[in-house]
């Protein structure tokens, strides 16, 4: 079966608003630009139409794009633990729907997969797997046309998730065996923006990269065919793979996944030649093996996240209260009806990861600056990061300090966190610096976080 190698996604990380109205016409056109062959529709803590995936399947069919042979529609349902039952219901019925419409207008299933986000145990895939079964056979009985459910593809965005991912992959399996289902193919989603946002970029960098490989050899031993969807936005902190400056770097570092995401930033903020060369590395890049890992070694990833918490707590109200003001690009719900918590005894959660990312590069202090202690600690460990790994860091940092402004930060969030920034710029021989203008427009204070954007072409 055709397996496709670059989703387009609705993420809300570029400086342009995009509509819900608009978003049909954006699917076709991330296939016709930039060959996107899946575009996945997403309801998770956003305020999408559920008609969306039926509009997007019906103007292809209008469009003559090659529906449900090298172009999907992909649904991305919310957690119905994070996000109340009714979305979930709501989400996975909109797929559904635009199936039987898929079969009706074209002969052909277009919606072959719904993805399930924050997937830390089994219990949330067996819940879905069981309505997308009672809905398929629904529409069966009222319309007389027969459609397959869509596959359920389980998104592991945690580092602690990353670890345990074939081990929740092999349960639902075996519930499918169970249920007499034997597939010889299975999608997952590796993200890594959560995982950063909760654990910082290291944790969240190795962690991401034992998934590619964990991933893999789960497949051999199991004998079945896994196909890795890896998501990643612009930023290092986000992944750093639709970054033109990056895309080379990030793609050999995360080898091992066969479809990558081709988020908002890089489609709208980006000139149109660099978007397409970023797509084209993405797609030759598509489906190489992953590179060589032994073992994964909790009590670091612990360590990691532990270190970078403790640099973010006592900041987390500045960073929210800038969160708060960014532009959304996107219509999502709020944040207090769906952020993330970092630190267990914030009063108020976290925003979600671009938000967060966006507010940091807004108060001059990339993120992933926030890892300093983390960084420098591990390079100093007895068994130091491998080199490819401490490569690929030093091009992320070598981008993330053409950002930092030390004066804002050593004023809005505290001289310990600009030294340990400087710390790890000297301690990494790196000397980009931050442009007059755009350290100026961060120093005045009341800046215009768009503008800021513009210049790193990503929001967040």
Partial sequence: MYIPKLMCTQHPDSTVKVSASEEVQEAIDGYRVYGCDEVMVDFEGKLTPYSQPRDIVLRAVEEGLPLGESFFVS????????????RFLLALESAVLANYYSVEHAGVEAVKWVIVPMVDSVDVLRKAQRALREKARLV?????????????????????????????????????????????????????????LRAGHLASMLSTLYAL???HSFSRARGIDVRIVLGMGSPPFRGGLNNPLLVEAEARLYSGFHTATLQSAVRYDVPRDQALRVARVLREASSSPPRKWLEIDMELLETLARQYKTVVGPI????NSVADRIP????????????????????SPAPRAIAFTAACYTLGLPPTLLDADGILAAMRAEHSLPEDILSALRAELDFDFRFFVEEAVARRLGEHVARKALELKSTMGLEASASEEYSRKIAEGEVDALSLASARRFLG
């Fill in 140 to 196: 069966r009985e009222l319309t007389g046309v027969s459609t397959d459910p869509p596959e359920l593809v389980p998104l592991f965005e945690g580092v602690r998730d990353h670890v345990n991912a074939t081990l929740i992959l092999s349960q639902y399996l075996d519930y499918l065996e169970e249920e007499g289902a034997t597939p010889d193919r299975v999608r997952v989603f590796i993200g890594k923006s959560d995982a950063a």
């Fill in 213 to 215: 490989n964990a991933m």
């Fill in 328 to 347: 959304q690009t996107r219509e999502r719900v709020r944040r207090e009806l769906y952020g993330r918590v970092i630190v267990g005894d914030s009063p």
């Fill in 316 to 319: 987390l109200p500045v960073i």
């Fill in 75 to 86: 649904v991305r349902a919310p957690n119905p633990l994070l996000e109340g039952l009714d």
